[in-house]
């Protein structure tokens, strides 16, 4: 069965460092793997997602993750970060040639300070 | 072009009740995902509705049921509410029924179970 482990729960950062957000995933087979952010009172909005090709996927904002299949791993980072990045992250993982089915972890509250 | 919507946005309901969530699917979207958020948790997958047929389940009991319409709008029911269906409901589109569809979150529907 799949599932998705966030490591960090809460994560504080002051405004203009980098940061890393960690995701464990524990699949036997070939997977795709996404990364959502998610605002106060919304819905979910994809971040990037990691579905063939390079290990290294980058978002419109800023934000990069690399798919590394030997440690079962999709971290996300950013050199360096904004307030408005304040927000919860959630990792996501789903079967290759299956249905949509999205697994979750469980968020990372990022909390950007000045 | 318009985004998933969903409706009500909140809703209070008592133990032992049956209430309807209602999603309106991104213009040209055939499929319909619903997920539930427990407060502090990760979106966990319901079911997902592709051209008005189930394609998939999550672990839930039968007392949560949906439906697709032929505008791929689509509705959850739960029946005999329980205090732990307490949560954001958030539904989800995407242009087909496979893992690598892009699935659009809506806001979500807030439902309190007193």
């Known amino acids: 069965a799949q599932s998705v482990t966030q490591l960090d729960s809460q994560v504080p950062v002051f405004e203009e460092a980098p940061v890393e957000l960690r995701c464990n995933y ?17 819905g979910l909005q994809l971040l990037l997602k990691y579905l063939s090709g390079s290990t290294l996927v980058e978002s419109i904002n800023g934000f990069e993750a690399e798919f590394n299949k030997s ?21 996501a993982v789903t079967y290759t040639g299956t249905a949509s ?14 | 072009e318009t985004g998933v919507t969903q409706s009500p946005t909140h809703l209070i309901k008592t133990r032992g009740q049956q ?21 502090g948790q990760g979106p966990q997958f319901i079911f997902q509705y592709y051209r008005e047929e189930e394609n998939g ?15 791929y709008s689509s509705e ?30 809506g ?8």
Not at chain 2, 59 to 68: K, M, V
Not at chain 2, 83 to 103: F, I, K, N, P
């Open chain 1, 26 to 42: 524990s699949s036997s087979v070939s997977v795709y793997l996404f990364w959502y952010v998610q605002y106060p009172n919304q």
């Open chain 1, 71 to 91: 440690q079962t791993s999709f971290h996300l980072r950013k050199p360096s970060v904004h307030i408005s990045d304040t927000a919860e992250y959630f990792c």
């Open chain 2, 57 to 71: 389940r999550g672990n839930f009991p039968p007392r949560f049921s949906g439906l697709q319409f032929p505008n």
């Open chain 2, 76 to 105: 959850l029911n739960v029946n005999a509410l329980e205090l732990d269906d307490s949560a954001l409901y958030l539904c989800a589109s995407s242009l087909g029924g496979e893992a690598t569809y892009e699935q659009y979150f």
């Open chain 2, 19 to 39: 209430v309807t969530l209602r999603c309106s699917s991104q213009s040209g979207h055939n499929t319909v995902s619903w997920y539930q958020q427990a407060l």
């Open chain 1, 101 to 114: 089915k999205l697994t979750f972890g469980t968020g990372t509250r990022l909390q950007v300070t000045l």
């Open chain 2, 107 to 114: 806001p979500g529907t807030r439902l309190t179970v007193t």
